[in-house]
C-alpha cells in the first residue's frame, strides 16, 4: 500500500457537501480511536498496576488512570452529542506503544527499577499520543462546526499536557537525571 502523498494536490477541491462528509468521517474515526485508546490504557494500567514498587510512580499513574476514566465520559458525551453510540476503532498507534511496554515488561520482569522505568516512558509516550490525537479532533470538530466537542476534546488536550508537565516531567527528571553526588 503506497502511503505518499505525491497524488495530493491542494488546488483540487472537492465539492464543499463532501468534504464536509469526508472531515466527519475523519473525525468519528478518529473519535473512535481515542476512545479505544482509553480504555485499552486502562485495562494496562489495572493489569501492572500491582507490580508497581514506587509509590510516587503508582500515585502518577493512579492519576492518569481518572484522567483517562473522565476523558472516556466526555468522549461518550460527544458521541451523544452526534446521536451515536459510543463506538471503539481499534488504535494502532496505541497497540504499538502498549505491545513495546509489554515486551519491556518481559525483558525486565526480574528488574523493578527499569520496569518502573519503563513504565514511565511509555506514559509519556501515550500522553504525547493523546495530546496530538486530542488537539487534532478538536480542530477537525471546530472544522465542522461542532463546538461544544471542540471545547470537550481540548480538555482532554489540556489535561494531558497538565499531566505531562506536573507529573512525567518531575518524575522522570527525578528518575532519569544522573546525581551530581560522587561525580
Do not use: W
Not at 468534504?19 to 476512545?35: K, M, T, V
Not at 466526555?74 to 451515536?84: H, P, T
Not at 527499569?114 to 493523546?130: G, Q, V
Request: proline share 4%; aromatic share 8%.
Amino acid at each position: 500500500m503506497d502511503h505518499s502523498f505525491h497524488s495530493y494536490e491542494p488546488t483540487a477541491h472537492p465539492p464543499p457537501s463532501m468534504s464536509q462528509a469526508n472531515l466527519q468521517l475523519i473525525f468519528n474515526s478518529s473519535l473512535g480511536e481515542l476512545y479505544f485508546a482509553n480504555q485499552a490504557i486502562v485495562n494496562a494500567f489495572t493489569e501492572v498496576k500491582n507490580f508497581i514498587s514506587s509509590p510516587q510512580l503508582l500515585g502518577v499513574l493512579k492519576r492518569h488512570y481518572h484522567i483517562h476514566m473522565s476523558q472516556k465520559s466526555r468522549l461518550e458525551r460527544i458521541f451523544q452529542l452526534q446521536k451515536r453510540a459510543a463506538e471503539s476503532k481499534d488504535c494502532h498507534a496505541v497497540n504499538a506503544i502498549l505491545t513495546q511496554a509489554m515486551e519491556y515488561g518481559s525483558l525486565f520482569a526480574s528488574d523493578p527499577v527499569n520496569f518502573e522505568i519503563s513504565l514511565l516512558l511509555t506514559s509519556r509516550k501515550l500522553a504525547h499520543y493523546k495530546i496530538a490525537s486530542y488537539g487534532a479532533a478538536a480542530h477537525l470538530a471546530l472544522s465542522l462546526q461542532q463546538s461544544q466537542a471542540a471545547t470537550l476534546l481540548a480538555i482532554g488536550v489540556q489535561e494531558e499536557e497538565e499531566y505531562l508537565e506536573r507529573d512525567l516531567n518531575v518524575l522522570t527528571e527525578k528518575v532519569l537525571t544522573p546525581s551530581s553526588k560522587g561525580g
